[in-house]
């Protein structure tokens, strides 16, 4: 049995701790957000899987009035800040709610996910129907709200007239409302095609709940990207946001060095430190290192579970990812760049901090910035300027500088390879490859090496021009075609072919054998040891009753030479 159980998707701060699972201390978020700050309302981003809905837990069960949770936080920092701890531990009526949950791909179903919500929510807060002296009309708004049936009127009310009641029922003490992944039906709403409707209930919502509320003592949200001028934060008083960019709470979200070696020594799993940077490591926070928490935790459990585990892609298996298809369809040709990245490269741009839902594909500039802002890029450590209280008021010049990018570690550069070749291969499916087939199945290499040459000049290359960018480049090229079959690596002869094409209807048969060259000079001499390796190792020796066309093909970068065998 392992030594320390993982809290492996639990976000429930309470839970984690009261029933031992492994906790990374968070809690001075605690001190620096009320000790540290006196902004009324506060907005962290960071990209998903960071920790952000177990401090907003923690954040919950430290504040709220309805609790005591001395023990929870018995030998974490905040505790060792006794006068802090003892004037603000469960003394304010507490909100969290989460909009998580509201990904649908259409509207109505948003709208119904949205209601869903804020009934339990309420149902939560259920003893406030009891409060003496509450008047017809709230009561009848909760009773909708709980029902699910609320006005378009009651949802853009709902947080307001919660606080206003919580209030109330707390002897007019200030409510802290914490609000969870607030962007979540915005971002659902610009990949869906239904933003500019949901925008229309969420900025109301947070409006009224947000701006110039005074049954508030104040309000944190999270998400992963801060939105922009026609958004939430219209008309609000200074608030303050902390973005990956800031070096304020750096260490808050996230693991950093110091967690991880505490992490892997309480789970004797120093030894795969290397490991764990590789792959999960290289995020920039501030001017702070940090490592995905999902990541690491997963790939911990799996360890404690079977020492031989590999490491996997775990962050990038719980999301559809579909910030990198929107880039990839984009009209901005972007693949020199994404070239220079897989291949260990930086790039330089421009970052916006004013990212708007709605507006993400307008400009190139806003696709680099999602990419930045969500962790699928992140920067070259020390490149980024301080934004400090000094020269806060300069944000703006600052974000005008460019910055210097790069792919944070092995599971996301595997990301992007994955996700380009499956681009490639939707692309080719839509092109005419009518001149492509003709070549092949009438022995034409001279055409044939035009025609390879056409799409391998659209591609955006990775693995350094290695073999396997080739063969899975070949394999998509002659891959969906109705009649047609791939084989690839098949068992043929005496050896493997590396492609196979097969028309079973018309009784034909192409084998390809390729090589990587190291220098254009070299492609002749690579073309002709494929094309004797063909011979060599019988490949078409099963295809007896069929008419079979064998070539060699060598490749450079982004050329190549077809030899009919």
Not at 460 to 482: C, M, N, P, Q, W
Request: net charge negative; proline share 4%.
């Amino acid at each position: 049995m392992p030594k320390y159980l993982m809290p492996v998707g639990n976000t429930d701060f309470k839970e984690i701790r009261e029933t031992g699972l492994y906790y990374i201390d968070k809690t001075m978020l605690i001190d620096q957000l009320v000790g540290q700050s006196a902004a009324k309302v506060t907005l962290f981003t960071r990209p998903r899987r960071f920790g952000k809905s177990l401090n907003m837990s923690m954040l919950q069960h430290f504040f709220d009035i309805r609790e005591n949770n001395k023990d929870l936080f018995d030998g974490l920092s905040i505790s060792t800040n006794k006068e802090l701890y003892d004037e603000w531990r469960n003394k304010y009526p507490t909100i969290l709610v989460s909009f998580k949950s509201v990904e649908a791909t259409n509207f109505q179903d948003a709208v119904s996910q949205l209601k869903l919500v804020l009934a339990d929510l309420f149902r939560s807060h259920i003893y406030l129907l009891d409060e003496s002296g509450l008047n017809n009309y709230d009561v009848k708004k909760f009773d909708r709200i709980l029902s699910e049936n609320p006005q378009k009127s009651d949802m853009m009310d709902s947080l307001s007239l919660l606080t206003r009641l919580l209030y109330t029922h707390n002897k007019n003490t200030p409510v802290i409302l914490l609000i969870d992944e607030y962007d979540v039906p915005m971002a659902k709403g610009d990949v869906y095609g239904y933003y500019g409707d949901i925008i229309n209930i969420i900025r109301s919502m947070y409006n009224k709940a947000l701006k110039d509320n005074p049954y508030i003592k104040f309000a944190v949200l999270t998400g992963c990207l801060r939105i922009a001028e026609e958004s939430i934060f219209t008309g609000l008083n200074n608030p303050s946001i902390n973005t990956i960019v800031e070096t304020g709470y750096d260490e808050c979200f996230g693991f950093t060095n110091e967690d991880m070696n505490k992490l892997l020594t309480d789970t004797g799993l120093l030894d795969k430190q290397s490991i764990f940077k590789e792959w999960y490591d290289g995020y920039i926070f501030g001017n702070r290192e940090v490592y995905c928490p999902w990541d690491v935790l997963n790939y911990v459990d799996a360890l404690q579970k079977s020492p031989k585990a590999p490491p996997v892609k775990y962050w990038a298996n719980t999301s559809g990812n579909d910030v990198i298809k929107r880039f990839l369809f984009s009209k901005f040709d972007v693949s020199e760049e994404f070239e220079t990245l897989l291949n260990g490269g930086i790039i330089k741009k421009q970052i916006n901090p004013n990212i708007t839902y709605g507006e993400l594909t307008k400009s190139e500039t806003n696709l680099w910035s999602v990419l930045y802002m969500t962790g699928y890029l992140t920067i070259l450590p020390g490149t980024l300027p301080e934004i400090t209280a000094d020269n806060s008021d300069n944000v703006t010049e600052l974000y005008e500088l460019p910055f210097t990018l790069k792919i944070p570690n092995k599971e996301i550069c595997i990301l992007f390879e994955q996700t380009i070749s499956d681009w490639f291969k939707e692309k080719v499916v839509g092109e005419d490859r009518t001149e492509l087939f003709n070549a092949i199945w009438s022995g034409d290499a001279d055409k044939l090496t035009v025609e390879i040459s056409k799409f391998l000049g659209d591609t955006i290359s990775y693995f350094d021009y290695k073999e396997d960018f080739y063969h899975a480049f070949l394999a998509g090229l002659l891959s969906g075609v109705t009649g047609m079959k791939v084989e690839s690596n098949r068992e043929t002869g005496l050896g493997r072919a590396d492609i196979i094409l097969k028309n079973p209807r018309m009784a034909r048969v192409a084998v390809f054998e390729f090589k990587h060259a190291k220098t254009e000079k070299q492609m002749i001499s690579r073309c002709d040891e494929a094309v004797k390796q063909v011979a060599a190792n019988e490949y078409t020796f099963p295809f007896r009753e069929e008419t079979v066309y064998k070539y060699g093909i060598s490749f450079f970068k982004k050329k190549c030479l077809v030899k009919k065998a």
